[in-house]
């Protein structure tokens, strides 16, 4: 094996690592912010980290700009994760006591369309000047369904990948948890973004 693939291997491993790091630290945060305070602002640290290693291509610590980014913006983060969260927990409470199966199909496209339309909502935080929570909710509508295809294809990504290690080596499923969902959809999310800006440069 030469240097080169070494090195190359290296860097694959590496990534392993940072993914598996991230993770656990969304988890703790997640739950030293009892939830409704931690989830929200974790999920933007989560994806600003990723925004900077994956599209900026910039190596920087892990702990120390995770913790910045979780109070970066906080209030934000929070409000964010809420309406989207009571969204979603409409949407399943309303399948669980609903009798009426047409009335559970329309819950389920809903439930779909609150799926596409947060997928890349702290993507756009991270990634864009958007300062509202309007804007942004806004932003990541139109990314999700600007780029559906892409977006469904990212989703069935995880759900593919997550499936295989459920039914092989579950115990990755803990390790990487959250940290590797995100990681595909900022992929996602840096083609869309990359694409764009193409458009507005042609």
Not at 68 to 74: D, N, P
């Amino acid at each position: 094996m030469t240097i080169e693939k070494i090195a190359k291997l290296n860097g694959y491993m590496i990534g392993i690592f940072k993914i598996i790091y991230l993770n656990i630290l969304w988890l703790v945060f997640s739950i030293l912010g009892l939830g409704i305070f931690g989830i929200g602002p974790a999920f933007y640290a989560l994806n600003k980290y990723l925004d900077q290693w994956l599209r900026l291509k910039r190596e920087i610590p892990i702990t120390k700009n995770f913790c910045h980014y979780f109070f970066e913006r906080f209030w934000q983060s929070v409000a964010i994760s809420a309406i989207y969260a009571g969204l979603f927990l409409i949407v399943i409470v309303n399948l669980f006591y609903l009798k009426n199966s047409y009335l559970r199909i329309v819950n389920l496209i809903f439930l779909f369309f609150v799926l596409i339309a947060c997928t890349h909502v702290y993507k756009v935080m991270v990634s864009t000047n958007f300062n509202k929570v309007y804007e942004v909710i806004r932003g990541a509508f139109l990314l999700g369904f600007g780029y559906l295809f892409q977006t469904v294809i990212a989703w069935l990504v995880v759900i593919g990948v997550y499936l295989l290690i459920s039914k092989f080596v579950p115990v990755l499923l803990a390790i990487f948890g959250m940290g590797f969902v995100v990681f595909i959809l900022s992929l996602d999310g840096n083609l869309i973004i990359k694409n764009l800006y193409h458009k507005q440069l042609v």
